[in-house]
């Protein structure tokens, strides 16, 4: 069965670094979706991607955050400039649809630790 | 703001007992309904969903019951199994006030079935 992707599972970083979080999402879907879950608390919402643009973000998808579609397969997360409050599980998911009409598929998620 | 509230952060069962999660929203909204599970170290898992215009769906051991009049669903597995021990997360949806269909979640809880 198809599935999502993230790579790296986990990835420590420095406070003010940057950090590329990468994933492959399902090959037919149309729409990307990048969510965390910081430790204890409940998945959010960060950003929906279709069509080569954003088509909503959260509150927290400030301009430290940045997402990519370079090529036809991946899917990237940046965070320009690390802050501790960034550590958390990042997931990606995809959908043939959106949210309101169909399941998202989630991958394992990208475990960010900020030091 | 909580839209979507898993009041029982934790669940304990018999193995062959039923389990029976609650979820509750705020938003009437909201039009798609979805369950997830999530392993440790995993992504969420679907499970099941349901639209606003049913009451009931069901698959195999998992059934979803959705009141809307009391903006409230529920998931039952029947017979619990200890593989279903995780944690299982509400989620809703929708195409509702420009939104493009990103899910929101409850906070989880976290099932635990005995043997």
């Known amino acids: 069965e198809p599935e999502v992707t993230q790579t790296p599972s986990h990835q420590v970083t420095q406070m003010g670094q940057e950090v590329i979080l990468r994933c492959v999402p399902i090959?037919?879907?149309?729409?990307f979706y990048w969510y965390r879950q910081i430790l204890g608390q409940k998945v959010e919402f960060l950003v929906s991607?279709?069509?080569?643009?954003?088509?909503?973000k959260s509150e927290i998808f400030d301009d430290q955050f940045s997402v990519e579609r370079p090529d036809g397969s991946n899917f990237t997360l940046k965070i320009r400039s690390t802050k501790l409050e960034d550590s958390a599980m990042y997931f990606c998911?995809?959908?043939?649809?959106?949210?309101?009409?169909?399941?998202?598929?989630f991958g394992n998620g990208t475990r960010l630790t900020v030091t | 703001d909580q839209q979507v509230k898993q009041n029982s952060p934790s669940l304990s069962v018999q193995e062959g007992r039923i389990s029976i999660l609650n979820c509750d929203y705020t938003?009437?909204?909201?039009?798609?309904f979805l369950w997830y599970k999530k392993y440790p170290a995993e992504g969420p898992t679907f499970l099941i969903s349901?639209?606003?215009?049913?009451d009931k769906n069901e698959d195999g051991r998992f059934t979803v019951f959705l009141n809307k009049s009391a903006k409230h669903l529920s998931l039952h597995i029947v017979p619990s199994q200890p593989g279903d021990s995780a944690v299982y997360f509400c989620?809703?949806?929708?195409?509702?006030?420009?939104?493009?269909?990103?899910?929101?979640f409850g906070k989880g809880t976290k099932l635990s079935v005995k043997p």
């Open positions: 998911a995809s959908g043939v649809l959106t949210g309101g009409n169909s399941p998202l598929h």
């Open positions: 090959s037919n879907h149309l729409y």
């Open positions: 991607f279709y069509n080569n643009e954003i088509s909503e």
């Open positions: 938003n009437s909204m909201f039009d798609y």
């Open positions: 349901i639209s606003s215009i049913k």
């Open positions: 989620a809703v949806g929708g195409n509702y006030g420009g939104s493009q269909g990103n899910l929101i």
